[in-house]
């Protein structure tokens, strides 16, 4: 009883083997098996990758043109400005003092103040002018007595002599008053220079928005030192946005404004949305070997922030009805293996990431063989 259980345990495993074999060899069989097809007529697209990020209009950063500490703050990230709002003021205690003291220059030789000193040449004029007058008084009367033969001739002399000393007195204090009034007013008008340009540079020391547009990104806090060469703020249109994309220098031949964009966004997942080449910037990147190209949205998503990253297709050619295989049945020299072994010349058109067009060598009829991998 023992030795027919063992028999029928052993005939029992033999059939269980020979199952598993038989299975691995119809599996191998199958998987032995080429893949095949026949050309489709499809649409197909070519186009040229690029990769990029987002912008906003008018973006730009902010630069002061002064060394300073920044002591007030006026707008916060994600505030919308206006142009020659003010963004960042810096400590500037010596040019308040230099504005100051510009100030009470300018007073100080301002017309105005100086109108006693006026007054006073003008006194001085109108007493020589008394004088020249007595004195032509004075000198008409000697002539008028010298015609009747009264007098000496050294009388009439010396009244001639007084009324020319009078005159030219009296004109050399008009002169002086013109000279006042000239110093005075280059004075005023010097100090008044001096203090527009002591406020200009106080005025360097706030920093202001150029353009209309939001604060997209603060980079000093209060109390952290400025400089010239280094931004304190990231300010851009505030709903306005454009693409800006870089490709790579063996495609830019290929790039013309105008052509149509597809592009997806990390923010946007699953969706597409469209955009046109507005502009080629024609120098290239040597670090990157890349070309920057500017697109704008055809329709622009609902919410966009400055450098969000995006991924985009510029479309070079485009095809509604094209016959077509899958790339993977190219072979090298653009052949293709027919069903019966056979290798044929192909001619190809477009291409993208998984089609290839065929111009020649093969019709929509033939059945072409997957290459072995």
């Known amino acids: 009883m023992t030795i027919n259980l063992y028999l029928t345990h052993i005939t029992g495993?033999?059939?269980?083997?020979?199952?598993?074999?038989?299975?691995?060899?119809?599996?191998?069989?199958?998987k032995s098996k080429q893949e095949k097809l026949q050309p489709v007529k499809e649409k197909i697209t070519e186009s040229v990758y690029a990769s990029g990020i987002i912008k906003s209009k008018n973006q730009y950063q902010v630069?002061?043109?002064?060394?300073?500490?920044?002591?007030?703050?006026?707008?916060?990230?994600?505030?919308?400005?206006?142009?020659?709002?003010?963004?960042?003021?810096?400590s500037n205690t010596t040019?308040?003092?230099?504005?100051?003291?510009?100030?009470?220059?300018?007073?100080?030789?301002?017309?105005?103040?100086?109108?006693?000193?006026?007054?006073?040449?003008?006194?001085?004029?109108?007493?020589?002018k008394q004088k020249m007058d007595n004195d032509a008084v004075l000198l008409q009367r000697q002539k008028n007595l010298w015609a009747e033969q009264i007098g000496t001739r050294n009388e009439l002399d010396q009244r001639e002599l007084a009324y020319k000393n009078s005159s030219e007195a009296y004109q050399a204090a008009r002169l002086r008053l013109a000279?006042?009034?000239?110093?005075?007013?280059?004075?005023?008008?010097?100090?008044?220079?001096?203090?527009?340009?002591?406020?200009?540079?106080?005025?360097?020391?706030?920093?202001?928005?150029?353009?209309?547009g939001k604060i997209y990104s603060l980079l000093k806090e209060k109390g952290e030192m400025v400089s010239v060469q280094s931004p304190v703020a990231v300010i851009g249109d505030a709903a306005g946005f454009y693409l800006e994309l870089q490709v790579d220098e063996y495609d830019i031949a290929r790039i013309q404004a105008g052509q149509k964009i597809l592009l997806s966004l990390d923010s946007y997942k699953g969706q597409v949305f469209e955009a046109t080449v507005r502009k080629i910037n024609p120098i290239m990147n040597e670090r990157s070997k890349t070309f920057?190209?500017?697109?704008?949205?055809?329709?622009?998503?609902?919410?966009?922030?400055?450098?969000?990253?995006?991924?985009?297709n510029i479309v070079i050619q485009q095809k509604e009805a094209a016959l077509t295989i899958p790339r993977n049945y190219l072979l090298a020299g653009n052949k293709v293996m027919l069903e019966n072994k056979e290798i044929r010349q192909v001619t190809v058109g477009l291409k993208d990431y998984e089609k290839v067009e065929i111009l020649g060598g093969i019709t929509e009829h033939d059945i072409i063989l997957k290459p072995a991998q």
Not at 69 to 78: A, D, K, Q, Y
Not at 182 to 190: G, R, Y
């Open 63 to 90: 630069f002061s043109s002064m060394n300073g500490l920044v002591s007030v703050l006026h707008v916060t990230e994600g505030d919308v400005v206006k142009k020659g709002d003010p963004i960042i003021s810096l």
């Open 179 to 212: 000279e006042l009034q000239k110093q005075l007013n280059f004075q005023a008008k010097q100090s008044q220079k001096s203090l527009q340009i002591s406020k200009a540079i106080a005025g360097d020391y706030i920093i202001r928005s150029e353009y209309n």
């Open 292 to 312: 920057t190209i500017e697109a704008d949205f055809t329709k622009q998503p609902p919410a966009l922030y400055p450098n969000l990253t995006c991924e985009a």
């Open 13 to 30: 495993c033999m059939v269980r083997s020979i199952f598993i074999l038989s299975a691995v060899i119809v599996l191998g069989a199958c």
């Open 95 to 128: 040019a308040a003092l230099n504005t100051e003291n510009a100030a009470i220059a300018a007073d100080y030789t301002s017309v105005a103040a100086n109108t006693e000193k006026i007054n006073q040449q003008q006194v001085a004029i109108d007493l020589a």
